[in-house]
C-alpha cells in the first residue's frame, strides 16, 4: 500500500479517535446537561466520520472495486445523531433542566 | 377355537354403529320425543341385528375375534371378540335395552324432550357393549371408564335436584376409583402375561398364578370388580343411586353396569381362579354381601331402595359362585345372572309404574293397589315371587343350584355346614323382603295419603314389564329349552373348559337342596310376619348412614385439597417461580448425585477455547449487567437500559464465535423487547416498594445461586464432555438434502422444521394470551412521574416523524432482501419478521400510536392463524405427493430482476413463520397503546 495513503489513514483514524475521546470526556466532564449533550452527538459525528472515511479509502484500496457500506453507515449517523441529540434536549427541557449560566446569574 | 368368518367385520360393525348412533336422538329431538325414542329404539335394533349373524358361529362352540392394529408397540390393538359369555351380555344389553327405551317414553314426563336421556341412554349402552366385545382388555377399561361417566350422567339425569347430583357423584368417585384399580391390574397383569390381548392372556394364566405380582394384580382387578358390582363395603352408592330415573334403574342397576363387575369376575374367570386368595377373597366377600343385602333390604321402606339392597344381595351371590369356583358353581353363577337381569329388571320397571301413579314409593303409604291396578300388581308379583325363589319361576332354579353348590362345596369346613347354613339364612331374608314388598305395596290395607289417585298405566308401559314376567315363567318352566343353549354356551366361555354334566330341570327329587328351599320359604314367611318385633329390634342397632358419611369424607377432602392448593396457588408469581426453581435444584441435585458419570466425565479437562481480552471484557459486562438489573430492579428503567446492554453483548458473543444468524436474530428481538418493555414500564407505579423480608430475599438469593451454579456446572459439563454431534450430517445434507448453503436456516425449516412449527405456535399461543389479557383491559396512565412532574403534552416531534417516514420503504426492502436470501445467507423469516417488527415500532414511537393504528390492520389474531396456516399448510402439501408431513422439495429457477436462484418449497414455510412474527409484534404493540385509550378521549 502507498505510504501517502497509508499516511492519510493513518491521520484520520487518529483525528477520529481523538475526536471520540474528546468528546467522551466532554460527555463526562462538561459542567451541565446541554453542554454534555454536545460531546456525544457532535464531535462523535466527526469522530466517527473520520473513521468510516479511512474505512471506505482502506477497503476500497485493499479489495476490489469501490467499498459502499460506509456510506450507508454515515448515512444512519447522520439521521441518527441529531434526532435523538434533539429528542434529548426536549426532555431536558421539559423536566426543567436549568443550563448552568442561568443558575449562576444572579437574580 | 378362534374362527375368523367372513361375517366377523360385522362385529366392530355394530359397535361402531352403536356408538355412531349416540347422536341419533339429539338430531332426532327436534321433530318430538316420539321420533328421539324410535331414532335410540332402532339404533339398538339394528347392532343386534348386525351380531345375530355371529350368534350361530357362536352357539357352536367358537369364538369370534377381530383383531384391528393401532398401536401395536404398547399393545394397544382394536381386537373384538364375541364368545359365550359376550354373546349372553349382548342379549342382555341389547334386549332389555329395547325394552328400556320402550318404557322410558312412557315414564319420563312428558315436558322432557328426551334427545338427551336417549343420548346418553345408548353411550352407556354402547360402551357397555364395548366391554362385553373386548379382546383387548386395555381396550375394554377404556369402555368400562366410559360406563362410569356415561352413568354419572344418567343418575344426574334430574340434575335439579340435589339429591341427584350428590348420588351420581358418590357413584362416579366410587365406580370410577375402581376403573382406576382395574386400569393398574390390567396393566400389570398384561406385563406379567406379555399381551393385553384376552386370548393370549388366558393361554399364560398358570404363569400369572405362578407370578409374585398375582396377589397385587387380583386385589386391583378385584377392587375395579367389586366398586363396580356394589360388593360390600362399596355397595352404598348403589341404593344411593336409586335416585337416578326409574328406566335408568331397570337398565344400570338390574342388567348391566352392575353386572359389568360380575361380567369382568367370569371374564377373568380363567386366568384368575383356582387359588386360594381368589377362593376366600371373592366368596367371603360375596356372602356377607349376600346376606347383608339381604337384610338391609327388609327394613327399607322405599321399595325402590328395598330393590336396590336385594340387587347388592344377588350381586352378592353372584359373586359367591364365582368365587366357590368349582365348574358347577360357575354354570349357577352365569344362570343367575341370566334371572336376576330378567326378574330384576321387570320389577324396576313395576315399581316405577307404581312410582310414577302414586307419586310416592314410601310403602308405608302405598298400600293396597291390588284393588287399583291388578295388572300391574299381578305382574309385579310373579317377578317378585321368582326373586324369591318360589318354584315353578326361573329364581327358583339359579337359587336350586346354589344351595346344591353349597351343600357340596367341602372347601371352607370340615363339618360342611357353614355354607348351607349361610345360604338358608340369605334365603330366608330374600323370602322375607319379597313378601314385604308384595304384601305391603299390593295389600296390607288401603293406600294412605297418596299424591296421586293410582290407576292402570298406558297399555304400552306395561308391555315391556309383561314381556319379562312372561320369561320368567318361560325360563322357570322349561328352562333347558328356553335357555339351554345359551347358558352352556356362556358358561363354556367363562369356565374355558368342557362343561360340568348337569340338568336343567325343575324337579331333582327329595334332596337336601329342596329341604333348603323350604325352610327358605317357610322361614321368610315367618320372618316377615315377626316384623314388627323385628323392626324395632333393627332401630336400636347403630345406624351407619353411608351417605352423610361419604359426603362428610367428599367433603374433607375436598377441603384438604383446597387448602393445599391455596398453599400452592395462591396467585403469587414468585412463589410460584420460587417452587419450580426448589424443585429443580432438588430433583436435579438428586439426580446428579445418583448419575455422576456426568461429572466424571465433564471435569476431565477437555480443552477449551482459550480466553482473549475481549473475551473477557463481554463476559464482565454480561455479568455486570446481570448483577446490576438485579440490584437496581427498582429503578425499573435503569433496570431495562442494563438487560439491553446484556442483550447487546450476547449478539456480540454470537458474532464473536461465527454464527450471524443468531446474532442478527437477538439484535431485533433485543430491540423489540426493550421497547416493548418500555412502553409497559409507563403504566406501572413509578416507585416500586420494597416488598421482600430480609428472610425471604435470603431464600431467593440461596435459590437463585443454587439454579445459576448448576446451570454453570451443567454447561461446563456438557461443553468440556467429549460426545459426538449431529452436526455434521446437517452440514452434509443441507445442500442435497434441504436445498440452502445456510445450515441454520435448513435446520429450521427443513430438518427440523416440526421443531419450528411447534415453536410458532407457541408464540402465536403467547401472543393471543397477551391478546386475551390486554384487550379489554384500560388503565389511566399515571399523571405525574415520581418526582411530581407532569408528562409531556407535546405533539410527538415532526423532525423525527419526517425523518421516520422515508426509512419505512428501507426497512421493508432489508427485511424482504433478508426473508429472502435466508436459506443460503443469514437471514430467513424470523429474522426478517424482527425487521418489519422494528421497523413498524419505529413508525408509531416516531408517529404516535394513533397515527400507526390507522395505517395498519386493527385485528391480528387472524394474522396469526394465516402464518401457522401457510406452515401447516405447506406441510400438509408434501403429503398429496405421498411424502411424510413437511418434506420439502427445492429447484432452481430463473427469475426476471432476480436471475439465478434457488428457490425451496421452505420458504412458503418460512413465510408462515415471517407472519406469526410480525403479527406478535404489532399485536403486543397495538394492545399496549390501546390500553390508555380511554383516558385520551
Known amino acids: ?107 | 377355537m378362534i374362527e375368523n368368518s367372513p361375517y366377523a367385520f360385522l362385529l366392530p360393525l355394530a359397535l361402531l354403529t352403536a356408538f355412531a348412533g349416540v347422536l341419533l336422538p339429539l338430531l332426532a329431538e327436534s321433530h318430538g320425543r316420539k321420533l328421539a325414542a324410535i331414532a335410540a329404539g332402532a339404533v339398538m335394533a339394528v347392532s343386534l341385528a348386525l351380531l345375530v349373524p355371529l350368534f350361530a358361529l357362536v352357539v357352536s362352540g367358537q369364538t369370534v375375534v377381530v383383531p384391528v392394529e393401532w398401536l401395536p408397540d404398547y399393545g394397544f390393538n382394536l381386537a373384538f371378540r364375541l364368545d359365550g359369555l359376550g354373546m349372553l351380555f349382548t342379549i342382555l344389553i341389547l334386549g332389555i335395552g329395547l325394552l328400556v327405551v320402550l318404557y322410558a317414553y312412557y315414564y319420563l314426563p312428558d315436558k322432557d324432550k328426551l334427545g338427551r336421556f336417549y343420548a346418553l341412554l345408548l353411550l352407556f349402552m354402547s360402551a357397555m357393549l364395548g366391554i362385553v366385545l373386548s379382546e383387548n382388555l386395555l381396550m375394554m377399561v377404556v369402555f368400562w371408564e366410559i360406563t362410569s361417566l356415561s352413568s354419572f350422567l344418567l343418575i344426574a339425569y334430574k340434575s335439579e335436584a340435589y339429591e341427584s347430583r350428590i348420588a351420581a357423584r358418590m357413584a362416579l368417585v366410587v365406580t370410577g376409583g375402581g376403573g382406576l384399580a382395574l386400569l393398574a391390574g390390567i396393566i400389570l397383569l398384561g406385563q406379567v402375561a406379555g399381551s393385553y390381548e384376552l386370548s393370549q392372556v388366558i393361554a399364560a394364566a398358570d404363569l400369572i398364578k405362578a407370578d409374585p405380582l398375582y396377589p397385587l394384580i387380583l386385589t386391583l382387578v378385584l377392587l375395579g370388580a367389586f366398586t363396580k358390582s356394589a360388593q360390600f363395603p362399596f355397595h352404598f352408592w348403589l341404593p344411593n343411586a336409586m335416585a337416578a330415573p326409574t328406566p335408568v334403574s331397570a337398565y344400570l342397576h338390574s342388567a348391566t353396569m352392575v353386572k359389568a363387575g360380575v361380567f369382568l369376575l367370569a371374564r377373568l374367570y380363567p386366568v384368575l381362579s383356582g387359588t386360594d386368595a381368589w377362593l376366600i377373597s371373592v366368596s367371603a366377600i360375596g356372602a356377607i354381601t349376600l346376606v347383608y343385602g339381604a337384610y338391609m333390604a327388609m327394613y327399607r321402606d322405599d321399595f325402590k331402595g328395598l330393590l336396590a339392597y336385594s340387587t347388592i344381595s344377588h350381586l352378592g351371590l353372584i359373586t359367591l359362585l364365582f368365587g366357590l369356583s368349582t365348574p358347577m358353581s360357575v354354570v349357577a353363577g352365569v344362570f343367575h345372572i341370566i334371572n336376576h337381569a330378567i326378574f330384576k329388571a321387570s320389577l324396576f320397571m313395576a315399581a316405577g309404574i307404581i312410582d310414577h301413579e302414586c307419586g310416592t314409593r314410601d310403602m308405608r303409604r302405598v298400600n293396597g293397589l291390588f284393588k287399583l291396578m291388578p295388572i300391574t300388581a299381578t305382574l309385579a308379583m310373579v317377578a317378585a315371587a321368582s326373586m324369591a325363589g318360589v318354584p315353578l319361576l326361573n329364581g327358583f332354579l339359579s337359587k336350586e343350584m346354589f344351595f346344591t353348590e353349597a351343600v357340596l362345596f367341602t372347601g371352607f369346613d370340615s363339618s360342611h355346614l357353614i355354607l348351607p347354613v349361610f345360604a338358608t339364612i340369605a334365603g330366608i331374608l330374600a323370602v322375607a323382603y319379597s313378601a314385604r314388598f308384595i304384601h305391603d305395596v299390593f295389600f296390607n290395607g288401603d293406600p294412605v295419603d297418596l299424591p296421586r289417585q293410582p290407576h292402570e298405566p298406558p297399555r304400552w308401559m306395561r308391555v315391556p314389564v309383561e314381556i319379562l314376567v312372561l320369561l320368567c315363567l318361560v325360563v322357570g318352566m322349561f328352562p333347558a329349552r328356553s335357555v339351554g343353549t345359551l347358558l352352556a354356551t356362556a358358561a363354556g366361555a367363562t369356565l374355558q373348559a368342557p362343561l360340568p354334566a348337569y340338568d336343567l330341570k325343575i324337579w331333582h327329587g327329595f334332596n337336601l337342596a329342596l329341604v333348603m328351599s323350604v325352610v327358605a320359604l317357610a322361614g321368610g314367611v315367618a320372618l316377615y310376619a315377626q316384623r314388627a318385633t323385628l323392626i324395632r329390634w333393627n332401630d336400636k342397632l347403630p345406624s351407619l348412614n353411608s351417605k352423610t358419611g361419604f359426603e362428610r369424607l367428599h367433603r374433607f377432602m375436598a377441603a384438604q385439597a383446597s387448602r393445599i392448593l391455596a398453599w400452592l396457588d395462591n396467585g403469587s408469581l414468585q412463589r410460584y417461580i420460587a417452587l419450580l426453581c426448589a424443585f429443580v435444584l432438588i430433583y436435579g441435585g438428586w439426580a446428579s448425585y445418583r448419575n455422576m458419570s456426568l461429572s466424571d466425565a465433564s471435569f476431565s479437562g477437555a480443552s477449551s477455547s482459550p480466553i482473549d481480552i475481549a473475551a473477557m471484557i463481554a463476559l464482565a459486562a454480561m455479568a455486570l449487567g446481570t448483577i446490576g438489573t438485579t440490584l437496581l430492579h427498582h429503578r425499573r428503567l435503569l433496570a431495562v437500559i442494563l438487560i439491553g446492554i446484556v442483550g447487546l453483548v450476547v449478539s456480540l458473543t454470537f458474532v464473536r464465535f461465527s454464527a450471524p444468524d443468531l446474532a442478527l436474530t437477538q439484535l431485533s428481538v433485543e430491540v423489540v423487547t426493550i421497547v416493548l418493555m418500555l412502553l409497559a414500564l409507563y403504566y406501572l407505579p413509578q416507585t416500586t416498594p420494597k416488598e421482600s423480608s430480609r428472610l425471604r430475599v435470603g431464600r431467593d438469593v440461596l435459590l437463585a445461586a443454587g439454579i445459576g451454579g448448576g446451570m454453570a456446572l451443567a454447561t461446563y459439563a456438557l461443553l468440556t464432555s467429549p460426545f459426538s454431534t449431529i452436526s455434521d450430517f446437517y452440514l452434509q445434507q443441507s445442500v442435497p438434502g434441504g436445498g440452502g448453503s445456510n445450515v441454520v436456516n435448513v435446520i429450521l425449516v427443513d430438518f427440523r422444521g416440526f421443531d419450528t412449527l411447534g415453536e410458532i405456535a407457541v408464540l402465536a399461543m403467547a401472543a393471543l394470551g397477551a391478546h386475551a389479557l390486554l384487550d379489554q383491559l384500560r388503565l389511566l396512565p399515571p399523571k405525574h412521574d415520581s418526582a411530581g412532574r407532569q408528562w409531556a403534552q407535546e405533539p410527538h416531534p415532526l423532525f423525527l416523524r419526517m425523518l421516520m417516514q422515508p426509512l419505512l420503504p428501507l426497512a421493508l426492502a432489508v427485511s424482504v432482501y433478508i426473508f429472502l436470501r435466508g436459506h443460503n445467507l443469514p437471514g430467513g423469516g424470523f429474522v426478517a419478521g424482527l425487521v418489519t417488527g422494528v421497523a413498524l415500532i419505529l413508525q408509531s414511537l416516531a408517529g404516535g400510536l394513533s397515527f400507526a393504528e390507522n395505517r395498519l390492520p386493527r385485528s391480528y389474531p387472524p394474522l396469526l392463524g394465516l402464518g401457522l396456516a401457510f406452515a401447516a399448510g405447506i406441510g400438509l402439501v408434501s403429503w398429496f405427493f405421498s411424502r411424510p408431513f413437511l418434506t420439502s422439495a427445492h429447484g432452481h429457477f430463473h427469475l426476471p430482476l432476480l436471475g439465478d436462484i434457488e428457490l425451496a418449497s421452505v420458504i412458503i414455510f418460512d413465510l408462515g413463520v415471517y407472519l406469526v412474527v410480525v403479527a406478535t409484534v404489532l399485536l403486543i404493540l397495538s394492545e399496549l397503546g390501546k390500553l390508555h385509550k380511554g383516558e385520551q378521549t
Open chain 1, 1 to 107: 500500500m502507498n505510504i501517502w495513503i497509508e499516511s492519510l489513514l493513518a491521520f484520520l483514524i487518529l483525528a477520529g479517535a481523538s475526536f471520540t475521546l474528546l468528546g467522551s470526556i466532554g460527555l463526562a466532564r462538561l459542567p451541565d446537561f446541554f453542554m454534555r449533550l454536545h460531546g456525544p452527538t457532535k464531535t462523535t459525528t466527526l469522530g466517527v466520520g473520520a473513521m468510516v472515511i479511512a474505512s471506505a479509502i482502506y477497503f476500497s484500496v485493499s479489495d476490489p472495486g469501490i467499498s459502499l457500506h460506509e456510506i450507508a453507515a454515515t448515512l444512519f449517523l447522520f439521521i441518527t445523531a441529531p434526532v435523538s441529540a434533539h429528542l434529548l434536549a426536549k426532555a431536558a427541557l421539559h423536566i426543567a433542566q436549568k443550563p448552568v449560566s442561568e443558575e449562576d446569574r444572579p437574580g
